[in-house]
């Protein structure tokens, strides 16, 4: 026997003989494991993982289904779903917006109000050391900051 028909002959064990059976078939039952059809079904998918995520430990058969639910969301989101790239500028007002802050706020960062005021205005750009500031403060890569 070639080792292509062992292979083949392997991939068909049913799942039943496998020890994830129990946890990934219930998960199956409730969600079948097929391509996203749209934004609705991926919705529910999205919505599916985050309750898998948020319970914690999960069994092999959870760990596996989980993994595969998250491989069909990638690949539907990867060829629906467009995010468009923002400026660093228009990253830190959402994040000013977000956690409630002011320019005052952040003059710390820049060293006056009114840099703060200029590089928001669009007057100024965002020097390296205000990337790397930023970057610390927020907590994110100095690169989403980049133009």
């Known amino acids: 026997m070639t080792d292509a ?4 002959t392997k991939a068909r064990i049913p799942l039943r003989d496998q020890p994830l ?12 494991l097929v391509s996203m059809r749209d934004d609705a079904h991926l919705s529910q998918a999205i919505a599916l993982i985050h309750q898998l995520l948020d319970k914690g430990l999960l069994s092999p058969g959870e760990q596996a ?3 595969a639910l998250t491989d069909l969301v990638e690949t539907y989101e990867d060829a629906h779903v467009h995010i468009r790239d923002v400026t660093g500028v228009e990253l ?6 977000e956690g409630g802050l002011t320019q005052k706020d952040l003059a710390p960062l820049f060293g006056t109000p009114s840099i703060v005021s200029e590089i928001l205005s669009g007057r100024r ?3 390296l050391s205000h990337i790397r500031r930023l ?3 927020f907590k994110l890569p100095a690169d989403a900051f980049i133009a």
């Open 92 to 97: 830190l007002r959402y994040l000013m917006e």
């Open 65 to 67: 289904y989980l993994g």
């Open 125 to 127: 750009p965002l020097a």
């Open 135 to 137: 970057s610390g403060r």
């Open 5 to 8: 028909v062992m292979l083949t």
């Open 21 to 32: 059976d129990a946890d990934y078939q219930a998960l199956v039952d409730v969600f079948p």
